[in-house]
């Protein structure tokens, strides 16, 4: 029987290979794996495009890469993040027309607001480490043209836990552009969780972790931790 592919990339970050290898031999494989399962290809952007920026800013490449790519769905996931091998293509169930993130954050508790925000009145707050975006909407991605690098930072602050654990303004610079895209682009938007309970899935996903706001050797005892929860030591 004749479709038509729909042409789907999971992207991840990693420069130079700079990130904990511990981490990533623990992660790279279900990424992978879940980038099979779905059909989609596996991309890790390892070049800096955003040389004047915090590190975490070069996910904004995915606006670019996807559009020369021509995919019809953008997936990323940083490269910490774990991925049950259970978990369903979630882009099935999202319109074209929308965006998702595993869940959501108040922005206001982290930005301050400024007319895109305050006229979008959804305080949709982006936890970047999950995004997802179709051709339709891939301006979630988009790096800022109206800002300068100063001017974030200056409309960022940190919460108490985060400040605790060594978070500057900008180490959440791709938060907050992905919030601002899509109160600026009016971008329709759904959380996993939300998609899972419409289509019938009772509590929250059980499918992804991920925990930015600690030290790397307590993320690899965490994430071994979670893979024996998952029953997959």
């Not at 993130?101 to 400024?114: E, I, Q």
């Not at 891939?138 to 654990?165: C, H, S, V, W």
């Not at 939300?194 to 996903?205: H, M």
Request: net charge negative; hydrophobic share 35%.
């Amino acid at each position: 029987m004749w479709e038509k592919p729909i042409k789907k990339t999971l992207f991840t970050l990693n420069i130079d290979n700079a990130y904990d290898k511990r981490i990533t031999d623990i992660t790279y494989p279900f990424l992978k794996a879940y980038a099979h399962k779905i059909g989609a290809n596996f991309h890790i952007i390892t070049e800096r495009k955003f040389p004047d920026y915090p590190i975490t800013y070069e996910k904004c490449q995915v606006y670019e890469l996807g559009q020369q790519m021509n995919n019809d769905w953008n997936i990323f996931f940083d490269c910490d993040a774990l991925i049950h091998p259970d978990f369903m293509d979630i882009t099935n169930y999202l319109k074209k027309d929308m965006c998702a993130h595993n869940g959501v954050d108040l922005a206001n508790v982290r930005w301050k607001y400024d007319r895109f925000f305050l006229r979008d009145d959804r305080n949709i707050g982006s936890p970047s480490w999950c995004c997802i975006a179709s051709d339709w909407t891939i301006e979630l991605f988009k790096p800022a043209d109206d800002m300068t690098l100063e001017e974030i930072e200056q409309r960022i602050f940190p919460i108490l836990n985060e400040t605790k654990g060594g978070i500057t303004p900008l180490r959440l610079i791709e938060d907050y552009v992905f919030s601002r895209n899509i109160a600026k682009y009016g971008l329709k938007f759904k959380t996993i969780d939300e998609k899972l309970k419409e289509v019938g899935y009772e509590g929250s996903s059980p499918f992804l972790w991920h925990n930015y706001n600690m030290p790397t050797d307590q993320k690899y005892v965490l994430l071994k931790q979670v893979l024996r929860n998952w029953g997959l030591e």
